[in-house]
């Protein structure tokens, strides 16, 4: 092995250590609404002004542009001796506040949640559960991965996760809705459908379809309030808990971004409930070929973790 190869592993060992920065500039910027602050202005803004307008030093606004610049998330142009910043074109799509397709609360979610429960990461690993109660000061424990309790433990709390899974579904909701041609399921339940906005893609995309977002009280009184109104009159509601209570019954059970979210035996309990719930019928749908199949997944970004259920068990039902 060369010098040359030895300095290339070593510089990737160092790019994996200081990797969290990358995550905490980003999420710093967005949190002091760097990326609104060039959205709303007609022209690049100078670091004074944005760190004017944001309530920042000067000093340590430079510092976190430098670094924005250099993740290609900011460009700079030099004019009369001073250097400008405006967005990249993915900041304005994806990272202020008010983008089109924003993530900033997934961003603000992952910075102040997920980093901060990846310090106990060891001691998980080592003990073989969550490590919630370190995290959140508690005595109790939780046994799912993503400790919904806690999440929701207040109003402004819920709203704050159900925001960040709005985003999520901006993004790559499309491509997860349209993966396969579901056109000829017309009642669809949404399991853990949070904000709604999967069903919304749902009821956009395929006409003759009718949702029910099916989740607990507290999550879909806010969706009621802040997100699903009452003009959307083919989106309906259903409280519950997936793993103890009867679901509606349905052509169609949709589970994204939940399965991911509990252990092996938990999952199988929630896809017999399922499997009681769901109607007898045909398979029926467009056919595509493996290289149109391998195409549509690639583009779901990894987000399709099932979408099932249309009489996959229906003879062992029937007998």
Not at 151 to 170: A, C, N, V
Not at 181 to 192: A, R, V
Request: glycine letters at 4%.
């Amino acid at each position: 092995m060369s010098a040359s190869d030895d300095t290339d592993y070593v510089n990737k060992i160092i790019y994996y250590m200081q990797g969290f920065l990358v995550t905490k500039a980003m999420s710093s910027a967005s949190k002091l609404g760097v990326f609104d602050i060039l959205l709303n202005s007609n022209t690049p803004l100078s670091c004074a002004d944005i760190a004017e307008q944001a309530g920042c030093t000067v000093d340590g606004m430079n510092r976190l542009l430098t670094a924005c610049v250099e993740l290609e998330l900011l460009n700079a142009t030099q004019e009369n001796g001073k250097y400008l910043y405006s967005n990249t074109h993915l900041s304005r799509m994806c990272i202020a506040k008010s983008s089109p397709k924003s993530l900033y609360h997934i961003i603000q979610l992952m910075s102040d949640h997920n980093y901060l429960l990846s310090f106990y990461m060891a001691d998980s690993i080592r003990e073989g559960k969550s490590q919630y109660q370190k995290l959140f000061k508690v005595n109790h424990e939780h046994e799912d991965t993503f400790s919904f309790k806690l999440l929701y433990r207040s109003e402004e709390d819920t709203l704050r996760f159900i925001e960040s899974m709005d985003d999520i579904w901006k993004v790559c909701g499309k491509d997860v809705t349209t993966t396969f041609d579901l056109s000829h399921f017309n009642t669809i339940c949404d399991i853990g459908g949070c904000s709604g906005a999967v069903a919304k893609l749902f009821i956009s995309e395929y006409p003759n379809s009718r949702v029910t977002i099916f989740d607990l009280p507290e999550v879909l009184k806010i969706t009621k309030t802040h997100f699903v109104f009452p003009a959307e009159k083919r989106i309906s509601f259903h409280e519950g808990d997936f793993f103890k209570d009867p679901l509606p019954e349905a052509d169609l059970y949709v589970l994204a971004r939940v399965i991911h979210d509990w252990n092996d035996e938990q999952c199988l309990v929630l896809l017999k409930n399922i499997y009681k719930s769901c109607k007898p019928g045909n398979i029926r749908g467009r056919q595509r070929s493996p290289s149109q199949g391998r195409k549509h997944l690639k583009h779901s970004s990894g987000q399709l973790k099932i979408l099932s259920i249309k009489q996959f068990w229906s003879t062992a039902k029937d007998n």
